[in-house]
């Protein structure tokens, strides 16, 4: 059982399921999480966010999947105003539209979108890495080496393909903390969280992993040599590259799927 203070500072209590419908009532079988813990200091509203985000990212929640209100708050043993308030928060982040009579659905990128997203993260994580790496410290290099460690060994685990994303922006977030600038980070996690959905998704239909690692290694090499214009080259072409390869994986997997279902569809045979 998970204990969480409302805006009030009152506790109430939440116990997420692990199975739960996200479009109709929780399953039978959700279980409570095998651990009770506090999360002092944050409302309900941040608390459903924060777990509902989570799950978004890490694509156990997929793209075009209706939100139900009342099933998440019943999982959650909630009322329906801090979910209905935490998809509003959501919606403003890009990760879920809601559309009027018909509620909640996690948002789906097209092809263009994905492209333009990461000409975005490209601007913005270029000036952010120039502004860090003179200000990074040997603990927060040592962070990004750690980080840059396991995510080579994660790769190496198509099992774990929900934690390749997760693990590539925290290695890129380990790089932009020497700017100590918590509302440009905010912008770029804000951009990350859409594009995170993705990132395992463009590892593993293009299988570019050498390309990855190998891109990363040498962009903390750059920024512990304190190469600025050389970093930020590296880093401009590692994301302008996973843009790019990711558009044209998910186009030709989404015109894939088109012609799947025509060509099942009883219309076709006749």
Known sequence: ???????????????????MRYNGAPTANSQPAPKSFVIPRQSLTSAVADQLRDR??????PEDTQLNQGAIAAEFQVSRIPVREALRQLESEG????VQHHGAVVSSLSPDDIEELFEIRVLLECEVLKRSIPGLTESDLAHAEA???EYERELSRPEHISEWGRLNWEFHSALYSGTRSPHFMSIIRNVNNNAVR??????????DFDRA????R????????????GACYILQQHIKHAGQSLKQVLREARAGAT???????????R
Do not use: F
């Open 1 to 19: 059982m998970w204990r969480m203070y409302g805006p009030a500072g009152e506790v109430e209590s939440v116990r997420p399921g692990y199975n």
């Open 56 to 61: 978004i990212i890490r694509s156990e929640i």
């Open 95 to 98: 990760l879920i539209t809601i």
């Open 147 to 149: 980080i840059r460690v």
């Open 198 to 207: 993705y990132t395992g998704l463009q590892l593993y239909l293009t299988r």
């Open 213 to 216: 690692k190998e891109e990363h």
């Open 218 to 229: 040498k962009l903390l090499e750059l920024c512990r040599a304190r190469d600025v214009i």
């Open 259 to 269: 012609t799947s279902q025509t060509a099942d569809s009883p219309v076709s045979r």
